[in-house]
């Protein structure tokens, strides 16, 4: 069996693959009527689908990272973000809570869930596609006819001299497209990559929503610690101005000493209302990360925080980050552009349609169901656009500058990707060793301060000289604090950089 159509059906014909059968059988029993031959074709061909089968798109990795950490390769993994619970590391249950109070109600989340189920429904449309339709249906009908003689219609004689006439039916219809070139496979095979690009967003929004989770709570604990030692600095502040003025009624401090106090004070004074601004808006942020009003939603301090940091091993496997979300989401909408092309190509060959009723139809309801009122048509149809205006040639183009385009959004994410970790591990790296040197520092300024407490019960210290080294002590804490604060959000960054972590589960 033959088709002639145009060349560029004919290349793509070229390029179908299809299932052998022995034709013989078929051949001697449809030498009567052509329409077993028909039908046969149409299952037979059903096998075939034009279209490029999907190859990954190659992309070449590097076998380190740049910031002191192995790589090897491996397979992507976009269950290992839906399974990861990293947020667990930091053994903080207020922050174990949060994160799966957002998981239930956060907004983001359950948009990307509708999303997640919208794509499921495409899919079952699109298989559809593959089956018959099949339909039922029962009428009756009343009208004066012509009243021609002879006729066989049983009728009552109108005031016009016409027939009146009726007629009952019921039937039962099907119809049915096979799918001979894969136009339906392949929207199928498009749809499927699609809803596995949609679930790995579906996983991005849930991690990006804990990353934001973890992040503001932990740079909200780091204000509080902020806000305990500015305040602290205040009260030191303000006994020191409070020295000052009477040193300078007394004469033995000058006018800029006392101004110099002013500044200092204010200054505490300014960051306090700095920190404490911006810890009402993380907590703003951390009630709408969770479903809440920010009027419904509280978090107290807690005494004596400290900061858990995760540190990377030295080998990060690299199916940690292909299996971010967002790579894996990319890689997947290529394949589903590249499905979409064999549809385009589907369109330049004829499609085969079959349809079937079958039913009774008489003049009366009673007596309907016999045998003389028994109805039937079956028939195949064969049909081929010949001229569309070049149409289907520029849908085939359109498919293939897509699927060119989300090849390279695809290899542009994985460098994305790769950028985004190193820049985290960069930042963990330094932020390691600037806490070290904070921590030697705090030290210090602790030993200090403890001579200068001891110099002071001695009588060789004045109290000033003490409450300035104290100031001196408080600053060097909240460095490092805040550092240590830094780090743990690094660490979190890296978390979400990885696509969830760097435990394999």
Not at 24 to 37: D, E, F, G, I, T
Not at 369 to 394: C, H, K, M, Q, Y
Not at 429 to 452: I, P, V
């Amino acid at each position: 069996m033959s088709f002639h159509h145009s060349p560029v059906g004919a290349s793509l014909l070229a390029k179908a693959s299809c299932q052998s059968t022995s034709l013989s059988n078929v051949k001697a029993h449809s030498r009567a009527s052509p329409l077993p031959l028909l039908i046969f074709f149409g299952l037979l061909l059903s096998g075939c689908m034009v279209g490029p089968d999907y190859q990954k798109p190659a992309i070449e990795l590097p076998q380190t990272f740049k910031e002191g950490t192995q790589w090897q390769r491996a397979q992507a993994n976009p269950q290992g973000a839906m399974d990861s619970q990293w947020w667990r590391i930091y053994q903080d249950p207020i922050l174990n809570d949060l994160v799966e109070r957002s998981a239930r109600a956060n907004q983001s989340i359950i948009g990307a869930e509708a999303a997640y189920r919208l794509a499921q429904a495409q899919v079952a449309s699109s298989r559809a596609g593959l089956w018959p339709t099949v339909g039922v249906g029962l009428s009756g009908a009343r009208g004066v006819g012509g009243g021609a003689s002879g006729s066989t219609t049983s009728g009552l004689t109108g005031s016009s001299g016409g027939t009146v006439e009726q007629t009952v039916s019921a039937t039962l219809s099907a119809s049915w497209e096979p799918d001979l070139w894969g136009l339906v496979r392949r929207g199928i095979e498009s749809s499927q990559a699609s809803l596995q690009s949609s679930d790995a967003l579906l996983a991005g929004v849930r991690l990006s929503i804990g990353a934001s989770v973890a992040t503001n709570y932990l740079g909200l604990r780091q204000l509080d610690i902020d806000i305990e030692l500015l305040q602290q600095q205040q009260t030191i502040n303000q006994q020191l101005l409070t020295m000052i003025q009477a040193q300078t009624v007394q004469g033995t401090a000058t006018n800029d000493q006392l101004l110099v106090a002013q500044d200092q004070l204010s200054t505490v004074i300014a960051a306090l209302q700095t920190a404490q601004r911006s810890r009402e808006q993380a907590e703003h942020a951390l009630a709408v990360l969770v479903g809440m009003a920010p009027a419904q939603f509280n978090l107290s301090r807690v005494a004596d925080y400290h900061f858990t940091t995760p540190m990377p091993p030295p080998v990060l496997p690299s199916n940690l980050l292909l299996r971010r979300p967002d790579v894996v989401s990319a890689e997947r909408l290529a394949a589903a552009a590249n499905a979409r092309i064999g549809v385009a190509e589907a369109a330049f060959f004829p499609t085969l349609s079959l349809t079937a009723e079958g039913g009774f139809r008489g003049t009366a309801l009673g007596g309907l169901f016999s045998v003389p009122n028994r109805i039937w048509t079956l028939g195949p149809a064969l049909a081929e656009t010949i001229f569309d205006g070049g149409a289907r040639e520029a849908a085939k183009q359109e498919a293939e500058a897509t699927y060119d385009q989300d090849v390279a959004n695809y290899r542009g994410t994985v460098l994305g990707a790769l950028q985004n970790v190193e820049d985290n591990l960069s930042a963990i790296n330094h932020l390691h060793t600037q806490a070290q040197a904070y921590e030697q520092m705090f030290q210090r300024n602790q030993q200090l301060f403890g001579s200068q407490q001891a110099q002071q019960r001695a009588g060789t210290v004045s109290q000033q000289a003490v409450l300035t080294q104290q100031l001196v002590l408080l600053q060097a804490e909240q460095n490092l604090r805040d550092t240590q604060g830094l780090l743990s959000q690094g660490s979190v960054a890296l978390f979400q950089s990885l696509g969830g972590g760097w435990q394999v589960p």
